[in-house]
Nanobody
Framework: QVQLVESGGGLVQAGGSLRLSCAASGTFFRFNTMGWYRQAPGKQRELVAAINSGGSTNYADSVKGRFTISRDNAKNTVYLQMNSLKPEDTAVYYC?????WGKGTLVTVSS
């Protein structure tokens, strides 16, 4: 059974950085697209960043220039480097790979 396990969330001050990781287990299949969504309290889940197997990336306008997504196909792992964090980045961040979802990791940015 495919599982996606996120790590790296936590509490950080505004202007700080965090790096999220998401490791897939239960399959040797290389996912076509992997990425990160987030959901803040009272808001809908939104796409943060995505990367396909060829390395092409897509970012939400709100994180462009601050966040960087990358992946290690050999490890079936996707990363999200988050810099210059803002309080509005506070949310549960979910890893996503094709049709699979992780359980989420909480990122809290204090002002």
């Amino acid at each position: 059974q495919v599982q996606l396990v996120e790590s790296g969330g936590g509490l950080v001050q505004a202007g700080g950085s965090l790096r999220l990781s998401c490791a897939a287990s239960g399959t040797f299949f290389r996912f076509n697209t992997m990425g990160w969504y987030r959901q803040a309290p009272g808001k809908q889940r939104e796409l943060v960043a995505a990367i396909n197997s060829g390395g092409s990336t897509n970012y939400a306008d709100s994180v462009k220039g601050r966040f960087t997504i990358s992946r290690d196909n050999a490890k079936n792992t996707v990363y999200l480097q988050m810099n210059s964090l803002k309080p509005e980045d506070t949310a549960v961040y979910y890893c996503w790979a094709d049709t699979y979802w992780g359980k989420g990791t909480l990122v809290t940015v204090s002002s």
